[in-house]
């Protein structure tokens, strides 16, 4: 799935079992890379890449799950250069066992990959003068984050919102009480944000604050 916007282009790819989205998110000639989960489909990922010359500058994990971070590896041996891969420091612990994770579920294992930096919240990445802003919305996990675009009013949400739902908090690794402020740091921004989601299909936050239950749940909205 490929769209256009004013300064950016997105292409979407569903990976593995669990249908998690990978992003390419490009302008001009270089591009970032979102949630490379699974080895085959990342490998695809970066022959997409390749065909069209792209350059990756970054790629980025929303979160420390196995079927967001287990293809990065993969996908950089087939550009046939590492462009670094960062992820929040919170969850470097869940992506140490991703691998474990994945065996546990699918019976097999994929060594996890090794971060090159480090995310808190607060940074921005900047492509062809495109700022994308790094948003820390603990709550599925410790690390997860948001990727904010403001000047496309487009937001990467991972696992922590999703059209017409919200990301798990019955993990060990979740928290009910982070996952409601997170989300309602969310709701507070432009609702004409469009947000593509870790799974599933996009939305805007306008749609999703009016139609999203568990949303409206969370965060106490009158029906």
Do not use: W
Not at 93 to 110: C, E, K, M, P
Not at 134 to 146: A, E, F, K, L, Q
């Amino acid at each position: 799935m490929e769209k256009r916007f004013f300064n950016i282009e997105i292409f979407r790819r569903e990976m593995g079992p669990l249908q998690t989205n990978a992003y390419i998110v490009s302008t001009g000639k270089v591009c970032m890379v979102i949630d490379p989960g699974f080895p085959k489909e990342s490998v695809e990922l970066a022959e997409y890449i390749l065909e069209r010359r792209l350059e990756v500058e970054y790629i980025i994990a929303t979160h420390g799950h196995f079927d967001h971070v287990l293809g990065v590896d993969k996908f950089r041996e087939r550009l046939g250069y590492k462009p670094k891969f960062y992820i929040h420091i919170d969850d470097l612990s869940l992506l140490a066992t991703a691998g474990d994770a994945l065996n546990r579920f699918f019976g097999v294992y994929v060594k996890p990959p090794k971060p090159d930096a480090y995310l808190y919240g607060g940074e921005k990445f900047t492509l062809n003068g495109v700022v994308f802003e790094i948003i820390h919305t603990p709550g599925h996990t410790r690390g997860s984050i948001c990727i904010y675009i403001e000047s496309e009013k487009i937001m990467f949400t991972g696992d922590t919102l999703f059209r017409g739902s919200i990301g798990r908090y019955d993990f060990p690794e979740s928290d009910e009480n982070l996952m409601r402020k997170s989300l309602q740091r969310i709701a507070n921004m432009d609702p004409e944000i469009r947000i593509f989601p870790g799974h599933g299909n996009e939305s805007t936050l306008n749609n999703e604050l009016e139609f999203n239950g568990p949303l409206r749940d969370m965060l106490g909205l009158i029906p």
